[in-house]
Structures are given as C-alpha cells and as structure tokens.
C-alpha cells in the first residue's frame, strides 16, 4: 500500500518533475558555457615556454627518466613558473653538453650555477645568490693519511668536466704547484661511483651535492674544503634578463618571509634546519679563513718536512730542493758553467723561452739560442765573465717572451766559483718589473690622455703640434688644425644631465677618429671642444686649405647624424675653424689662439659650419669681446626695442599676428643688427635674460591694444635653444600671462627645428605644457631641419613657417617650388596653419596663393616696423 501511494505520488507530480529537469538542464547548459569561457580565456593568455636544464645534482636537481623531476630548485622554479604562466620544458643534459647548449642560446635557463669570469663571457646571470657552497674533496674510508691538499700529490681525483669546483681544485693544485692527475666524467655519479670502487684516490664536488651521495656510496669527506660560491641561475648571454631579474624579484621578496614557498621548499629538502642552511656573511668569511690557515698550515708543515728531509738528504737532494725553491720564485734564475752549458733553471725561465723544465737538462747556451731565440740577448755578456772574473753586471732589458710578448726584466749577473769546483759558472737573476713599467706608462698615459674619451689632452697635443709644425717648416709642406666646438651642448647637459652629455662626448670621440687618417691626431682640450691636426698635407698651400676644409664638411655631416644614447635619439651640430700653417702661424701658441677665433666666426655665421682663419677675423673677435661687454649693460640702460612684422590673410588681407623682432640701439654705433649680437648674448648665457624681456614687452603690448584697441592680433616671439632649457620657462610665461591677464591664444612661440631635435624628448615635454597654457606653437624656418613626418607628430604645433630660403627662389627653382607645394599640402594633412616668410615680389605672391598657402609675411607687405604703425595701417579707427 505504501509502495502504491509512492507511484501514484510521483506519477502525479510528472509535469512539476519535467519542469524541474528543465531548469536543471539549462543550468548545467550556463555552467557549461562558463566553463568554456573560463577555457577560452585560458587559452588566450599568451604562456611562455622555459627551456631550463637540469642534470644529476641532488638535491638541488634529480633527474628522472619519466620526465618528472625533483630536487629543491626543480620544486622553486615550478613554483616560479606557475606565478608567472611558464610553461617549463625540462632538458636533461651532462654538464659538459649545458654549457654547449648555452653557448649556442639553445637553453632559457641553467639553475644551480657558480659565477666565473669565462663564464662571464656567454651567460648572464642572476644577482641573488639561492644557497651559498663550497668544494668538497672526498677519500674512499679505508684511505689514508690525504688530509690536506699536499697529501695528493701524484694522486687520481675524479671531476665533473667543465664543473666550477673542478676548475677550482685543478687551480688550488696548479697554486701550490702539485701534480695530481684529474680524471674528468660526465656526471657526480660517475665520479663518486669510481671512487667506491677504489678505481680513483678522491673526488671532487660542491658540498651540496656531495652529501646526498654519501648514502649512495661508501665514502668519506676530507677536511679540504675551498673556494665558497653563491649557487646562481644564469641564461645565455644578453638574452633572456627578464627571467632572471624575475628570479631575483621572487627570491628578494621570499627571503624575506620566513613562511614564503623559498622555505617551504628549503625545509622539505634540507630539513628542519633549513633556516640555518645558509651561510651567514660572518660564517663565509670565518670559512675562508679557516681554508685559509689551513693551507698555510699545510705549506708550513711541507717546509718543515723539508728541513728534515734537507738535514738527512745527500748533495742530489739538496739540488732538488733548490730547484723547487727558486721555481717558486716569480723572477728568471738560471747559472751556466764554464763550458757553455746550462746547469740551473727555474721555472719562469723554462716558461720564457717557451720550453719544459726538463728540456733544459744538459742543453749548452749554443743549443738555447737556436731553439729560443728569445735568449740571445740574454747571454751577451757570459763569456766576458767568465774570462775576466769581472763583478756582477747589471742593466735593464725589453724582451719578447716565446709568446711575443713583452717583458721588462732587471738582469743581474754574478760570477763564483764552487767549493768543489775550480771552474767558474754565472748566476743570471732577472726580476721581472714589467708591472712597474706598465704603471709607469700608465700613469704616462693618464697625463697626457682625457680620461673620459681615451684622446690625446692638451699636453699631448701641443707636443705633436710642436713636431708637426717643425716638420713643417723643415720640409716645406703644410699642416692644418681644426678647433671643434659643439653647438648647443651645454642645454644637453643641463636637460638630460652630465651622465648622458659625457657618453654623448664619447660618441663625438669615436666619430671624429673614424674620419681621419691614422696618422692624424684627434684631441679634446675640455668639455665640448675638440682638435683635429692634419699632419704632412700639399706644400701648395691652397691644396693644404682645400684638404683641411673637405675634412671639416666631412666631420660636419658625420657629426649631424643621429647620435643613440641611454635610449634616446640625439641631434647635434658642430662649428668649426680651420687654420693652415704655417700659413696663418708659426707657433703652438698663434695656431691654437687663430683655430679658436676662426672657430668663432663659424659660430658667429649660424653655426653649423665651418670658417678658414682670415686676418681680419681677429678683430672680428675684438668687436665681439667689445659686444659681449656692452650687452650685459644693455637691457639696465633701455637699449633693446622691439619692431613687430605683420603676417597677413592671404584672402582677406588682415592682420592675422605680429612677429616681434628685437633691435639694439647701441649708444655709440646706433642699431646692431640681432644677427650679430643674439649669437654672443646665446654664448654668454645673456640669452635668457634679453628674452625674458621679449617676452614681458609683448605681452605688455597685447594688454595696451586690447584696452585701446579692445582687440589685439597674435604676437609670436622666437625662442631660443637655452630659453627652451631652462626648467623655470613655462613657470615664467604663466606668471606672464596671468600679471598682465591676458588671453594665451594671443601669444604665440616659434621654435625652430634643429632647436627642438637638440634635446627631443625634453623639447617636446617643454612644449607640451606651454600648449597646456593656451599658447600657440609654431616652427620657423620649416625646411631647412630634419624634421619627418612622424617627428612632427610628435609635436604639439599650430603653424609651420615656410623658410624664406624656398620663398626667394619662386618662382622659377623646382626644387623651391617642389618644397614648398610639399610644404602646404604636409601642413593641411596634419592641420596646421602655414605662413611663408619673405614674401617680396607680386610673382612670389602669386605662386603662392596659387598652391593655396593662407598666410604670408614679407617686405611686399611690411618690413618690421613699430606699433604705432601697426596700429595706423591695420587697426580701427573710431
């Protein structure tokens, strides 16, 4: 009954059931769908593929035949891995076959890793050390009496082929001059296996690795231990710092946290303890120590076992012990006997005539000269002391050692005779100084060189100048100096700091040695100023001229190429004098004074350039000198004024904006042109003061037309290069604009191109602000830079100004005409105004309104005139 109550109870709630199966299956049909979202999602995140070597150290690294590795640096990189979405491909190699592999960038990663200097040179590795190690040597248990390093001396050690800490020992050996014999294999368990079988008299290994295999095999720690080292990760070189600065990020950051996985992990491999794993810097250093005395302890004891065996030993031994003793000396000591042969040599000796200790038994000088000839020089004065019985000779020599290379040795000889014998032998000590001779050209070098370039400085370079010009005068032909000075430079060190100006210089350096002959000298005097001498050119002296000034275009246009440096693009100039002599001068003095003032005129013409030395230019000089005095009184006594010429609407002939021009109404010589005097007042550093007051005087005009006017046109005011470096300029515009509560739309900036490429990025951030203002930016002199069109993209401009260069060649030039219909359709493409400077002639005009240029400025319309005329011919009357 129960049972049928049951059926017809859910028989009856069929239609609610279905319903039911329905919502269920669409929420399964949701969950399915998000699942698959989540997948997707998943599959999209880019995931990076980690080749990473691994090899048989544990237990650091356990390699195993089903792919699934272990070992505590396996367990940090895959904890790496997995915060950072790396795939990681393990690649089980020998240790010989790791380092071809990261030669050849077939490898991402090579973990568990000491540093060494040939290493160094292909692979880059991580800064933070994981575990600190040290070298290990181990003895099978039933050996005996190896306790120190001196213990195996003809002895078979087992070692990993190319392994740091087999490097170390065969070095440790190599030090104090022990003669083991290493057995290299591919891997720890090859070596340790060998040793349990007796087939060697030790091993070698880092102390990590050496104790997991001490369960393994029956052997037994010795108490050498040496060199500690920090266990690194590395990559192949230059590519993959990335992952390393990421490995260092994880491990500074773990380190830290006592419950991080770092010890987590370090505790499930090397115990409890793990904490205390690593080597304090107290401990390091009490190691060191410790391997330290050790040695010395060890050396202590081989001499006092010497002096036994010296005690009880016959002549032959007595010999031998000699022998060992001087061959530890770092000098040449040798002795010959009476009848030409040789009858002692140490070891530096045998090295330097490029032969084996043992090639030099019973071998006559005859016999030495013809194998190394090296020695000739050596033996010049044997046979005067053995004849004469003279006192010890002694002189100073340069020798090429059997490998070419030059040393400097002290020589002494001494003649004596034995007690056994009556023939007379020579003893030859010669005490290396070829470390003193290289400081000592060194410290030369060092005096005579810059030492951020490597170029000869001023001292060098007035001793060559002095040579060549002697030369000169003795046989009759010409040479030439050329007096570099970089333009602008100065904004580059005080935008982007000294740091990016002196790797700037050492650029300019390399530039201008890849331009000249090897004979010629490149020199820099100090800061942005350079020297070339041009040494033996025609005895004609144009042919001279014409020589030295094909090498100064030549560097000019080298040097205004794009310099890369700390990541940025760099443009700079460079003016040039150029003086022949003995032509132009016959002393050190007078050429380098003339190259200067020729120099000056190069900067005085626009710089850019270069200027041959000419007589006159040196009171050319004086009238600047003279300028440069008077303009730091000029803006105290009113002598500056401003002119402002219209820029007219080509359409409908109105007064679009004024370009304010300053003048310099000198007391005594009348108006100077600002061509003359803005190049000094940009030299001095007047520049920024002079336009500061540009700029007060034209905002203050705009606010006295505006308030008699009620309107005002636009006023553009040039800037200059060190304007535009000062940190304080968009802070002093603003204050400006806000004193005299003037619209900013109305005051406008020129720049011009090269100015800007000077110093890009700063340039751009500089004009970025003032735009931010509501000022106005124009280029003037457009054309006549390097600008492209992705640089002028970059710039926050309103106007381009055609320069007057193009305009006064229409019409009539292609290549004008060309550039300016270039010009205008490049300006409506990135929707900027255009202006043509130098309007003059009713043809030019034409042309120009022909290609649809909408603005003009020019003599045809008005030259620079005061704003009463302005105001008398443009604005309003009431």
Known sequence: MVITAKVEKFAGGCPLLLKKLCHFSLFLLMLLSLQSGYLNAADNQQIKTLRVAIFDAPPALIPNDNGEHTGFLVDYIEEVASRENWRVQWLYLKWPEIINS?????LDLVPFVAYSRERSEYLDYNSISYITGWGQVYIHPDEQFLENIFDFEGKTIAVVKDEIYAIQ???????????????????????????????VDGAVSGNLVGYSFEERFNIERTPIVFNPSKVLFASPKDKNSEILQTIDNYLGQWKENPSSPYYEINERWLGKDAHNQFM??????????????LLLSALVLLILRKQIRKKTADLADKTDQIKQIINLVPHMIYATNANGELILANRYAADFFGLHLKDLNN???????????????????????????????????????????ATYLTISKVPFVGRYSRLPAVVTVGVDVTETKQFEQQIQHMAQHDSLTGLPNRLLLNDRVNQSLALSLRHHHNGALLFIDLDFFKNINDSLGHMTGDKLLVEVAKRLENNVRSGDTVARLGGDEFIIQLSELSDVEAEAELDAITVAEKLIQTLTQEFHVNGQSLHITASIGVLVYPRDADSHELIMQRADTAMYHAKAKGRNGYAVFKSDMEAVIMRRQTLESDLHKAIYNNEFFLLYQPQIDANTGKLLCVEALIRWNHPEEGIISPLEFIPIAEDNGSIVQIGNWVLEKACQQIKLWIQEYGYSPAISVNLSAIQLSQSDLVETISNLLEQEKIPAELLELEVTETLILHEEKRSIEVLKSLKKLGIRISIDDFGTGYSSLNHLKKLPLDKLKIDRTFVSDIPGDPDSETIIKTIIKMSKELGLEVTAEGVETIEQLEFLKNELCPQFQGYYFDRPVSPMVIQDKYFKKD
């Open 102 to 106: 990261a030669k050849r960038a077939e």
């Open 169 to 199: 020992f065969a070095n440790l050996c190599a030090q104090f001059d022990i003669i083991c014999h290493l057995k290299e294999v591919e891997d720890y368990n090859t070596a340790f296996s060998l040793l349990d079988k007796r087939l």
């Open 280 to 293: 304090p810097r107290w401990l390091l250093y009490s190691l060191a120590a410790l391997g330290l005395l």
């Open 363 to 405: 071998i006559s000088i005859e016999q030495l000269r013809l194998k190394a000839p090296a020695a000739n020089d050596l033996f010049e004065d044997e046979d005067y002391l053995l004849r004469k019985d003279a006192v010890a000779v002694e002189k100073q020599l340069k020798l090429n050692d059997s490998n070419g290379k």
